[in-house]
């Protein structure tokens, strides 16, 4: 994951008066936004298709100097030459620099219809390249993140992660990244060339931001940018991480609403006086003792499409109380499994969901520190911007997601991205179908339907925010957009 503000200086760019200089939007490759059309739902039945698109990530383009195109404005060649690149006058380095457009198919990114393909690596001829794409949904402006304000309602994506193997993280989550990608004069291009990103993790490793270079000095000597151990942080909520042995979802909670700066190594790490909550409240059902739910072949096949279904409910007083999750495999309806062997849930009513007691029970400190629950339900419902990414880790292999003995089944070298790639290089996942509105609004019922199972729309329960009673219990659906799904997949097969 990464991040959109980073520097001291950096708070001049989203909170003062704009520079007088600013980064030129590139002309050698024009931007052609992917398509991606998305659904926004009713209780009534109703869903409206959106033209959204996908825009991938600034720091996945090419951004050089204006002189001399072959000249990085993130190399050492640029930060380190005075003439470019002045840093006491960060804005001055943008008026040297452009950012250019992108050939997405380039990056890994492929898409058809509703769905979209990110694959990790590309054959250039040579070898296999790491492409580990990361992309942003944006409005039908194609100026404009897309805004989802998800409280008291439910987002529905369908996923087809059978080509991942361990120490892959095929991601979808919610940023609360500034719509407009934090645009501005120094940063012209804003939202609509990727920019303005953030995260829980305050990521600080980008020597550029949103149209200003990220370090205060640069180091003459090793001709590398100083970052000063500062970095941007926004709350953010995992809906899913994710390959074909393992998954998890987690929300994370930040002190401050929006994008917004840590200053310190404190201030940006983990625990207190850290301002992000990085490791998160995740359920992961491996963890929890149920390693026979999730996987290929088990309750959930992984190795067949399927529809994730997360549902953000509400207490009376309109304050987000639990985070549910729920599964669309082969015409039912399949809820979280409640199953678990810890010990630490015994004095509580555990569900197979996330709630404010679930993550007391974990001891996840930095979360309830702050928000918790309400923290996170007060950012959904201001609106966050929805990601689709693909990566693997050659720190740690991915280990936290899937690795025995704790989180999954793969073993300790299994996630190797060398490994991956020299052995199933053409990993990728398939997002399709994203649907999002009212509770039980992205999918119906049909069937055999018991009303207590399954969070439905008031067409079949009266109370919307009614939780699943029968955790165990699976009900017969149709999933209206999910039905044109094996045709989806079956045409990205043979592209």
């Not at 919610?174 to 060339?193: C, H, I, T």
């Not at 199972?453 to 219990?473: K, L, S």
Request: hydrophobic content about 35%; aromatic content about 8%.
């Amino acid at each position: 994951m990464a991040t959109p503000l980073f520097a001291p200086f950096l708070i001049l760019l989203l909170f003062s008066p704009a520079s007088a200089h600013a980064q030129q939007i590139g002309t050698l490759t024009p931007e052609l936004h992917p398509r991606f059309p998305t659904q926004q739902c009713t209780s009534s039945g109703i869903c409206t298709t959106k033209q959204t698109s996908l825009v991938t990530d600034a720091l996945s383009r090419h951004f050089h100097s204006i002189s001399d195109p072959s000249v990085s404005c993130a190399s050492a060649d640029f930060l380190s030459n005075p003439l470019l690149c002045d840093p006491d006058d960060p804005a001055s380095c943008a008026a040297n620099c452009a950012l250019e457009g992108i050939e997405y198919g380039g990056i890994g990114v492929s898409a058809v219809g509703s769905a979209v393909t990110l694959r990790q690596y590309l054959f250039d001829g040579a070898e296999y390249r790491a492409v580990s794409p990361r992309v942003y949904l944006l409005a039908e402006d194609g100026e404009n993140y897309e805004p989802l304000t998800l409280l008291g309602q439910e987002l529905a994506v369908d996923v087809d992660v059978s080509g991942l193997p361990c120490g892959m993280n095929s991601a979808v989550y919610l940023s609360e990244m500034d719509l407009s990608g934090s645009r501005s004069e120094s940063n012209p291009a804003g939202a609509g060339y990727g920019t303005g990103y953030c995260d829980a993790q305050c990521f600080r490793t980008a020597p550029w931001i949103n149209g200003l270079v990220s370090l205060r000095a640069c180091d003459r000597q090793s001709a590398e940018p100083n970052l000063n151990s500062s970095g941007a942080c926004c709350n953010e909520m995992d809906i899913w991480e994710a390959n074909s042995r393992a998954n998890s979802f987690t929300p994370h909670t930040c002190s401050s609403p929006g994008s917004f700066l840590c200053s310190s190594e404190a201030e940006c790490g983990k625990g207190a006086p850290g301002v992000c909550d990085k490791d998160g409240c995740g359920l992961n059902t491996f963890n929890l003792g149920s390693p026979s739910f999730y996987g290929l072949g088990l309750d959930i096949d992984s190795s067949n499409p399927f529809t994730i279904v997360t549902q953000f409910l509400t207490n009376d007083a309109g304050e987000l109380r639990e985070i549910k999750r729920l599964y669309i495999q082969n015409g039912q309806v399949i809820p979280n499994t409640a199953e678990t062997t810890d010990s630490r849930f015994d004095g509580i009513s555990y569900e197979g969901s996330i709630t404010e007691d679930f993550c007391a029970a974990k001891n996840s400190s930095d979360y309830l520190r702050l928000g918790g629950m309400k923290g996170m339900g007060e950012a959904l419902a201001r609106g966050m911007v929805l990601v689709f990414s693909l990566w693997n880790s050659e720190g740690d292999f991915m280990s936290w997601l899937d690795g025995l003995p704790s989180n999954g089944p793969c073993n300790a070298t299994e996630g190797d991205p060398a490994l991956i790639r020299a052995q199933v290089p053409d990993v990728s996942v398939t997002f399709s179908n994203v649907r999002w509105g009212e509770i039980g609004s992205t999918f119906s019922m049909s069937g055999g339907v018991k009303e207590e199972e399954v969070v439905t729309g008031p067409d079949i329960v009266t109370d919307a925010a009614v939780a699943v009673e029968n955790r165990g219990a699976r009900v017969n659906v149709v999933t209206g957009p999910v039905l044109g799904l094996a045709v989806i997949f079956g045409f990205m097969a043979s592209a």
